[in-house]
Every structure is written in C-alpha cells, then in structure tokens.
C-alpha cells in the first residue's frame, strides 16, 4: 500500500506545474518574480535529472527506477516551451510574455 501511495505522488508530483502553467499561458504577461520562480522549479527538475545520471554511474549499487525517470522527464518536458520564453525575455531585456491561444 504505502509503495503504492509513493507511486502516485510521483505520478502527481510530475503534472502538479500543468494548472500554473494553463494560468500563465490564459493570461500572457508572466509578472518577474513568478516567471522565476517557474524558472528555478523545472531548472531543479532537470537537474534532479542530472543527478540520476551522475549517480547511476558513480554509485555502484544504484538502484533504477524507472517509474521516477519516466515522470521526472514528463515534468521536465512540461517546462521546455517556458524555458524557451524565458530566455526569449531575458535575452531582449523585456518582461516576459506567453503566446495566447485567441
């Protein structure tokens, strides 16, 4: 039960950014100090990635788990077309804006 209980946290942990992500797409202009914020969660997914990599080959008995790869990619892959418009911004200097669906 409790192995269970893990599984789906890992499950919800990885699609838990997807409404915050809705809003910030509904209304375009993303204020500075959350487009960080959003910024640093999935830069702390994708070095979380890192750090599997890392580990699996420098500990020997590193145990795989797949379930997590799967759902630490997922979560990672939610974030790319925000990267993208981050940096977009960041590059022009100019607050940061998501394209809208009208």
Same mark, same amino acid.
């Given at each position: 039960?409790?192995?269970?209980?893990?599984?789906?946290?890992?499950?919800?942990?990885?699609?838990?950014?997807?409404?915050q992500?809705i +809003?910030?797409?509904? &209304?375009? !202009?993303?204020?500075?100090?959350?487009?960080?914020? =959003?910024? @640093?969660? %999935? /830069?702390?997914?994708?070095?979380?990635?890192?750090?599997? +990599?890392?580990?699996? &080959?420098? !500990?020997?008995?590193?145990?795989?788990?797949?379930? =997590?790869? @799967?759902? %630490? /990619?997922?979560?990672?892959?939610?974030?790319?077309?925000?990267?993208?418009?981050?940096?977009?911004?960041?590059?022009?200097?100019?607050?940061?804006?998501?394209?809208?669906?009208?």
């Open positions: 039960l409790l192995e269970m209980l893990w599984y789906v946290s890992i499950y919800l942990e990885s699609l838990a950014i997807v409404p992500l +809003v910030l797409q509904r &209304y375009g !202009e993303v204020e500075n100090l959350t487009s960080h914020y =959003v910024f @640093f969660l %999935g /830069a702390y997914r994708a070095l979380y990635i890192v750090n599997w +990599v890392y580990r699996s &080959y420098h !500990e020997p008995y590193y145990k795989h788990n797949w379930i =997590v790869y @799967f759902c %630490g /990619a997922v979560q990672t892959a939610l974030y790319i077309d925000f990267f993208y418009y981050y940096f977009i911004s960041k590059v022009r200097g100019s607050k940061m804006s998501l394209p809208t669906a009208k």
